[in-house]
């Protein structure tokens, strides 16, 4: 049997940039956005690629703590807030939240709950917080560890008949 973090999901900067943009054609029927808030720090990077492929000007971040090493979960923790102008944005404006992942849906609750009539859009959804999210590109299971490009460095991958498999 195999452990929860088993799965491995590598993700590379050319298939990440191919899945933000495809997020980002998904996201245009709904739009448009006046605004968008990027989850730090995950959230970053499509957030970029989205906001200049819809092109959305106005970029805020909300930044809250949940991994803590990595593999596990710990207690979330809001470090940086949505700035006041952004946030009064939502009782009228369009607002497009960006996620690099929603997980189990702890993050995606605590943004929700600021930002309640926006359209939140990830890349990637595992089952338990895919109903948190409005949009994503592609799901994954509960206990597989996507990878991002931003975690890794080039590196010897062992051919699988070699690994033990």
Do not use: C, N
Request: net charge neutral.
């Amino acid at each position: 049997m195999s452990s929860p973090r088993d799965k491995a999901f590598p993700v590379s900067w050319d298939q990440f940039h191919r899945d933000a943009r495809a997020l980002a054609w998904r996201l245009a029927s709904s739009g448009p956005f006046d605004a968008l808030v990027a989850i730090t720090r995950g959230g970053l990077v499509p957030a970029a690629i989205v906001a200049r492929e819809l092109d959305v000007r106005v970029i805020e971040t909300v930044s809250i703590a949940s991994y803590h090493d990595y593999k596990t979960q710990g207690g979330l923790k809001i470090l940086k807030a949505i700035a006041p102008e952004v946030a009064k944005l939502d009782s009228g404006a369009r607002i497009l939240i960006v996620d690099d992942l929603v997980d189990t849906g702890a993050t995606a609750r605590i943004v929700r709950e600021m930002l309640p009539k926006a359209h939140f859009a990830t890349v990637y959804a595992k089952p338990l917080g895919r109903p948190l999210v409005d949009t994503f590109i592609t799901e994954v299971s509960q206990d597989t560890w996507i990878y991002f490009p931003w975690d890794m460095g080039l590196a010897f991958q062992p051919p699988i008949a070699k690994d033990g498999a």
